[in-house]
């Protein structure tokens, strides 16, 4: 695993070891980030269920003001660490260490998010669920207008097309994975 472009590029990443952390591909992340290329500088970012942060490093490299990592595996949150160590990042990122939900419920909405990467366990089906609804419902002020959220899951998993006032505005598909986009579409 490695970071594809911007500061940190060719840099390698280390994984958690065993299966209860699948980190997103290089190839997949390359496909997200071509998307978000021309929105991503100097956004804040949230990378939930964060594993070893590769996506949330990935926004970093590539010019995000501020990242901010969610994860609640000790044994991930040791390697999100090491990468931060062995990358020399250490402005403009924070881990939260905990699960999801109640951390979410803990923050501010005065400093609003410009893009949240979810991806969670794929066993934990109800995560998705649970988190989109979230941001599209009670925590929705946690967004800033004109938000992405954008959630990786199995492409055989259909996830809804509108959780509250998120919307799918896009899919894509690659392998055996997914990426849904979702936004809250303007007011009238």
């Known amino acids: 695993m490695r970071i594809i472009g911007g500061t940190?590029?060719?840099?390698?990443?280390?994984?958690?070891?065993?299966?209860?952390?699948?980190?997103?591909?290089?190839?997949?992340?390359?496909?997200?980030?071509?998307?978000?290329?021309?929105?991503?500088?100097?956004v804040r970012f949230l990378d939930l269920f964060a594993g070893s942060g590769a996506v949330g490093l990935e926004a970093h490299s590539r010019g995000a003001a501020q990242v901010e990592f969610i994860e609640r595996s000790a044994s991930a949150l040791v390697v999100?660490?090491?990468?931060?160590?062995?990358?020399?990042?250490?402005?403009?990122?924070?881990?939260?260490?905990?699960?999801?939900?109640?951390?979410?419920?803990?923050?501010?909405?005065?400093?609003p998010f410009d893009l949240v990467f979810?991806?969670?366990?794929?066993?934990?089906?109800?995560?998705?669920?649970k988190t989109l609804g979230l941001l599209g419902g009670v925590l929705a002020n946690l967004l800033a207008p004109e938000a992405l959220v954008i959630a990786e899951h199995r492409k055989k998993e259909?996830?809804?097309?509108?959780?509250?006032?998120?919307?799918?505005?896009?899919?894509?598909?690659?392998?055996?994975?997914?990426?849904?986009?979702y936004a809250i579409p303007p007011g009238p």
């Open 80 to 111: 999100l660490r090491k990468n931060l160590d062995r990358l020399g990042v250490s402005a403009g990122v924070s881990v939260h260490s905990g699960s999801v939900e109640p951390i979410l419920r803990r923050m501010r909405p005065d400093t």
């Open 158 to 181: 259909k996830l809804e097309d509108r959780y509250g006032a998120l919307m799918r505005i896009r899919l894509l598909e690659q392998g055996d994975a997914a990426l849904s986009f």
């Open 118 to 129: 979810l991806d969670p366990p794929y066993d934990a089906a109800d995560a998705y669920e």
């Open 8 to 42: 940190l590029r060719s840099r390698r990443l280390e994984a958690p070891a065993g299966l209860s952390t699948r980190p997103t591909s290089d190839r997949l992340r390359e496909t997200l980030f071509n998307v978000l290329a021309a929105r991503i500088g100097g």
